[in-house]
Nanobody
């Protein structure tokens, strides 16, 4: 069983930055593919960014490319989402997720693929 705990959300003005963290339990963190998703009020959960279990590949939704960066620290069992140049459309609850199947990077945009989810953290960007 893997537990994921997100943190770092909050209220920020447009143009600002936030860094989300997702701490994972378990001794096999280095074998997890990790993803970030977001869900705006009244909308479906959508892919934001992912990093493969090997750490050698990342992918991003077009809407965040060039603004968001996903990274991980294996020694801390933590994955991060650095969010820069935030816009009001980034407002959502952000969730991290873990995949234990060593899925290739191209597959990590599918929410149904993930095995574990965090509880989410709210990000609000004011105009």
């Amino acid at each position: 069983q893997v537990q994921l705990v997100e943190s770092g959300g909050g209220l920020v003005q447009a143009g600002g930055s936030l860094r989300l963290s997702c701490a994972a339990s378990g001794r096999t963190f280095s074998s997890y593919g990790m993803g970030w998703f977001r869900q705006a009020s009244g909308k479906e959960r959508v892919f934001v960014a992912a990093i493969t279990w090997s750490g050698d590949s990342t992918n991003y939704a077009d809407s965040v490319k060039g603004r968001f960066t996903i990274s991980r620290d294996i020694s801390k069992n933590t994955v991060y989402l650095q969010m820069n140049s935030l816009i009001p459309e980034d407002t959502a609850v952000y969730y991290c997720a873990a995949d234990q199947k060593k899925t290739p990077g191209w597959g990590l945009s599918l929410p149904s693929l993930y095995d574990y989810w965090g509880q989410g953290t709210q990000v609000t960007v004011s105009s």
